[in-house]
């Protein structure tokens, strides 16, 4: 009995361990209610900002749905797989350190343990583009729904790869 215990203990320590792993964090703009819920929150669909943190002057916007309800309020419900992006340079572009040829940027979890949103930036050299991919993936299982969009780099601006 006292090993069963230190087993659920043990497995209780390390959900909340990778529970509590903090996500990178991206500014909410808007919101609309998709769903009306007499209990908890409405299902919703939220856009965020993102900055790129390797790449300043691009910022990428993500609009993805929220599950509501009271699963939805506790932070229990897993949200649906689609998402969009779009990025747009919003100042001049700047790359102060070497950046990966694909490297994942951003990643938030949209369910409580096993499914994340990403963000991967790819690196276009022959075009001088910056290309940003979105999808979500679960530890057994991700999803093929995708959005993609690109950010043309004026050829003047360097794009430095590690």
């Known amino acids: 009995m006292r090993r069963f215990a230190l087993s659920i203990t043990s497995l209780l320590l390390a ?21 009306f819920k007499f209990i908890g929150p409405n299902h919703k669909i939220v856009v965020e900002a993102f900055d790129d943190p390797g790449v300043s002057g691009v910022t990428c916007f993500v609009s993805r749905a929220k ?5 939805g309020a506790f932070g229990l419900a897993e949200d649906k797989s689609e998402a969009s992006i779009a990025c747009r340079q919003v100042g001049p ?9 694909q ?3 951003f990643s938030e979890r949209i369910s409580l343990v096993f499914k994340r949103l990403r963000i991967v930036r790819m690196v276009d050299a022959k075009r001088h583009t910056l290309v940003y991919l979105t999808y979500s993936d679960r530890v057994i299982e991700g999803s093929p729904q995708n ?8 050829r003047a601006t360097a ?4």
């Open 159 to 162: 794009i430095p790869l590690r």
């Open 147 to 154: 959005s993609l969009t690109a950010v043309a780099v004026d």
């Open 15 to 35: 959900f909340v361990a990778i529970a509590a792993t903090p996500a990178a964090h991206a500014e909410e703009i808007g919101e609309v209610s998709t769903v």
């Open 103 to 105: 490297e994942e940027i």
């Open 67 to 71: 599950t509501g309800g009271i699963s």
């Open 93 to 101: 572009i700047a790359i102060a350190k070497p950046i990966k040829a």
